[in-house]
């Protein structure tokens, strides 16, 4: 069996919403994202605006995995054929063979030459690892092809780029292991599995964390659908750490890995932000 696998690339989706109609349409949700109470109290008296404050806004690059992939084999195989034989015949002859006929039917053998071919594709969540299919929308909508520098450069313009917890090593055995089907044959003449593409897709998101008497709440905007949600959350929600919103693309030691197709290993460093955290955390307890 032959095994081929697709270079992997990185696909960034661009932002079709921009920030500052995000930022409008999160702020239409704000009295949602503190729940229910916060909405019944508006049916009775309208929030005034000034009783919200935006305390953080994060654009994010979230990351979800797409493998397409392609199984082919051709084979060949005998098989056995039963006819059905009306009930007055009593012999019967096929290709000048006289055939034994049992209970009004007859067997002949035959030499089937089979061909499969199957197709695949899984979309991934880059955070969580599971499977979710309804990420299929965002494969409609326009991406480029990123590297190493492109990241660095989104990086730099206060995008989070998301290292996904998620590596392709794992979806690839996985991917492959199903490809492989069960083929009923005498011979297998050609039998090829193939991976067409493994992907490592970026999607713009912007969150939006507001406070409002004492209490916060995240309004989360999908960059593509624009589709806005009070029930979102921050980069560093997903993590359950304090990150700073800055990260540069780094070649440390220190730095948090990230594989970067095309290139071996390109390193993503969010451990600084980590740094930082730490020495604010320890000067305000001295």
């Known amino acids: 069996m032959e095994v081929a696998i697709a270079e992997e690339r990185i696909l960034v989706f661009s932002d079709r919403v921009g920030a500052e109609v995000a930022e409008a349409k999160a702020w239409a949700k704000r009295v949602e994202a ?18 919200f404050e ?26 056995s054929y039963t006819i059905a034989l009306a009930p007055e015949v009593k012999t019967v002859v096929i290709d000048g063979h006289h055939r034994l006929v049992e209970g009004h039917k007859t067997t002949v053998t035959g030499h089937e030459s089979c061909e499969e071919e199957s197709r695949r594709q899984v979309l991934v969540d880059g955070l969580s690892g599971a499977e979710n299919m309804s990420l299929a929308a965002y494969l409609d909508f326009d991406a ?63 969150a939006f ?16 659908t624009g589709e806005a949600s009070p029930t979102g959350t921050t980069f560093e929600q997903h993590l359950g750490k304090i990150l700073e919103p800055k990260f540069l693309l780094d070649i440390s030691a220190e730095a948090v890995n990230l594989f970067i197709p095309g290139a071996t290993v390109a390193k993503i460093a969010i451990v600084k932000g980590l740094e930082l955290h730490g020495k604010h955390q320890a000067a305000k307890a001295k």
């Open 209 to 224: 964390r507001y406070r409002r008497a004492g209490k916060e709440a995240v309004v989360e905007v999908d960059g593509l």
């Open 54 to 79: 935006i305390v953080y806004r994060e654009k994010r690059l979230q990351p979800f995995w797409r493998i397409a992939s392609r199984a082919f084999a051709r084979y060949e195989r005998s098989r």
């Open 34 to 51: 503190f729940g229910t109470l916060a909405r019944m109290s508006g049916l009775l008296a309208r929030p005034k605006d000034d009783e």
């Open 144 to 206: 480029a092809e990123a590297g190493a520098d492109l990241l660095a450069a989104l990086a730099q313009q206060n995008t989070v780029v998301v290292p996904p917890q998620v590596k392709a090593s794992g979806l690839v055995r996985d991917a492959v292991a199903k490809a492989i089907g069960k083929i009923d044959a005498d011979r297998i003449l050609e039998e090829t599995v193939a991976l067409e593409a493994v992907d490592l897709c970026y999607r713009p998101v912007y």
